[in-house]
Every structure is written in C-alpha cells, then in structure tokens.
Nanobody
Framework: QMQLVESGGGLVQAGDSLRLSCQASGRTFPTYVMGWFRQAPGKEREFVAAVSWSGGNTDYANSVKGRFTISRENAKNTMSLQMNSLKSEDTAVYYC?????????????????WGQGTQVTVSS
C-alpha cells in the first residue's frame, strides 16, 4: 500500500501564493502518476492537476491553468503544487493522489491512493 501525506495548507489572502507538498511512502508502483484534487464545501471533488512519472507531462484544470504549477521529485517521492494568484474560489480541501501509469502517462481518473487532505482557505 502507498501512503500519501499532504502538507502546506493554510489561510491566505486573495492574490497570495501557497505551496502544497505531498510525501509518498510505503510500497509504490515502479512508475506512477501523481495528482491533486480538491473539494470545496457542498461540492464534489474535482481534478486540479496531474504530473507524469517523468515530470515531463502535466495536465491542469482550466480553472487553475496559468496560476498553479505541479512538479515532482522522484528521488524523494515528493510532489508539489505551487499556487499563485489565489482566489476565494480556490478554497477547498486539497488531496494528493496516485495511480499506476507509464513513464509519460498523465490522467485525471482512476486514482487508487489518496491522502487525508489539507485545508486551503483564501480570504477575499
């Protein structure tokens, strides 16, 4: 089983930046895709961003494209989400997730492992 632990959430003002991190441990796939999802109060969980094993392919939701940057460091089993120009609508619990994928694959579905989430609150 793979364990995922998020960190870096907090309370910020609109326009500020925040960096989330995810640490993977336990038994991992030889290659795996990592992604970020979020769930706002009263809404369903939604895809935010994903990165391939190689780090060379990324995918972003339209709502965060140009403001958020996803990256990973396989040697440390970590993934990060740099969030800039935060808006009140970015307020949510952010979840780290992982699934098997080939070196260059990136996708939005079928994630198998999930973290517990970290709260991000953006005040306007």
């Amino acid at each position: 089983q793979m364990q995922l632990v998020e960190s870096g959430g907090g309370l910020v003002q609109a326009g500020d930046s925040l960096r989330l991190s995810c640490q993977a441990s336990g038994r991992t796939f030889p290659t795996y895709v990592m992604g970020w999802f979020r769930q706002a109060p009263g809404k369903e969980r939604e895809f935010v961003a994903a990165v391939s094993w190689s780090g060379g392919n990324t995918d972003y939701a339209n709502s965060v494209k140009g403001r958020f940057t996803i990256s990973r460091e396989n040697a440390k089993n970590t993934m990060s989400l740099q969030m800039n120009s935060l808006k009140s609508e970015d307020t949510a619990v952010y979840y780290c997730a992982a699934r098997f994928g080939t070196v260059s694959f990136v996708g939005r579905n079928d994630y198998r492992f999930w973290g517990q989430g970290t709260q991000v609150t953006v005040s306007s």
